[in-house]
């Protein structure tokens, strides 16, 4: 079992660019999580799918941002325009029906 | 709302010393209560979970039991090690409409150990 996998690790970009984020869930889980951590905010739930369709997006904090889930196994994050106050570390988590979540290891997002 | 408050960190202790980190949770029902670790530069792993009042759950050294009448479930550990370093999370799981048993985290707390 691969686990989750996001990429990229790192993401430095410029403000106003477009950002997107990967991630690839563990095969036969049907949720999909999307969440940001900042020292300020802690972990925040953005979004999450069950099988590929969003359910709850009411953390999504801007129309800035956007996620797709195509197919079972890919998902994006999209950040456009991106903004210095998204700089945070992006984690995505899959899992079957009731938790435990797995996590990958995260995207550390810097905009200067 | 529901919710999971945890203790402030850093907590700081010395190799082999005695851990708890305390947390409580309010919550309208009867939700499972988990404790997640997170390493430096890694994702959150699930460390232990309960599912239902009394019930301990337990893993490499840590425990952790869900007390109702006093609604928390207490991080403990009888003696830490330097690669135990790390922030530790107190979760609660709902079931919301729609389904699905969605995690609400507490804050987290991050623990260092020193040789």
């Known amino acids: 079992d691969a686990g989750v996998i996001q990429s990229p690790r790192h993401e430095v970009t410029e403000m106003g660019q477009e950002v997107t984020l990967r991630c690839k869930p563990i095969s036969g889980h049907d949720y999909l999580f999307w969440y940001r951590q900042t020292m300020m905010r802690g972990l925040e739930l953005l979004i999450y799918?069950?099988?590929?369709?969003?359910?709850?997006d009411s953390g999504m904090p801007e129309d800035r941002f956007s996620a797709k889930m195509p197919n079972a196994s890919f998902s994006t994050l999209k950040i456009q325009p991106s903004e210095p106050r998204d700089s945070a570390v992006y984690f995505c988590a899959s899992s079957l029906k009731r938790p435990p979540l797995h996590f990958g290891n995260g995207t550390r997002l810097t905009v200067t | 709302g529901d919710s999971v408050t945890q203790m402030e960190g850093p907590v700081t202790l010395s190799e082999e010393a005695f851990l708890t980190i305390n947390c409580t949770y309010t919550?309208?029902?009867?939700?499972?209560l988990f404790w997640y670790v997170q390493y430096p530069g890694e994702g959150l792993q699930l460390l232990l979970k309960?599912?239902?009042?009394?019930d301990k759950g337990s893993n490499k050294g840590f425990e952790a039991t869900y007390r109702k009448e006093t609604t928390s479930f207490h991080l403990e550990k009888g003696s830490v090690q330097v690669s135990d370093s790390a922030v530790y999370f107190c979760?609660?799981?709902?079931?919301?409409?729609?389904?699905?048993?969605?995690?609400?985290f507490g804050a987290g707390t991050r623990l260092a150990v020193h040789p």
């Open positions: 309960a599912t239902k009042a009394d």
């Open positions: 919550a309208t029902g009867y939700p499972s």
């Open positions: 799918f069950n099988n590929n369709v969003p359910i709850d």
């Open positions: 979760a609660l799981s709902f079931l919301f409409s729609g389904g699905y048993n969605k995690l609400i």
